[in-house]
Nanobody, 128 residues
Framework: QVQLLESGGGLVQAGGSLRLSCAASGRTFSSTFSSYFMGWFRQAPGKEREFAAGISGSSRNTNYVDSVKGRFTISRDNAKNTVYLHMNDLKPEDTAVYYC?????????????????WGQGTQVTVSS
């Protein structure tokens, strides 16, 4: 059984911070988590799911959508099979359901269809 479980979402005022966590479990990830590129996507009401941030298995490479650069930081702890998204200076336009996703292999992708596993999502709401 493969599972990605997000946590850490909530309601925060503009300018505030949140830290999202995504814990990977199951046989698929037990010894190969570091082989997965991990991404955070987000989906606002009425909009398509969009890539927010991604990190390679070794943490050597990270990338971000322009709208979150300088405010969000993605990191991972392979010993804990967990990936994080630190979000600072949150804006109302960051309001969305945030999803964690895993893609086998070293390279990342901005396209949701190229990810193999998904979490259920966690709601982030930023009030003005």
């Amino acid at each position: 059984q493969v599972q990605l479980l997000e946590s850490g979402g909530g309601l925060v005022q503009a300018g505030g911070s949140l830290r999202l966590s995504c814990a990977a479990s199951g046989r698929t990830f037990s010894s190969t988590f570091s082989s997965y590129f991990m991404g955070w996507f987000r989906q606002a009401p009425g909009k398509e799911r969009e890539f927010a941030a991604g990190i390679s298995g070794s943490s050597r490479n990270t990338n971000y959508v322009d709208s979150v650069k300088g405010r969000f930081t993605i990191s991972r702890d392979n010993a804990k099979n967990t990936v994080y998204l630190h979000m600072n200076d949150l804006k109302p336009e960051d309001t969305a359901v945030y999803y964690c996703a895993a893609r086998w292999g070293g390279s990342g992708s901005y396209y949701p269809r190229e990810y193999d596993y998904w979490g259920q999502g966690t709601q982030v709401t930023v009030s003005s």
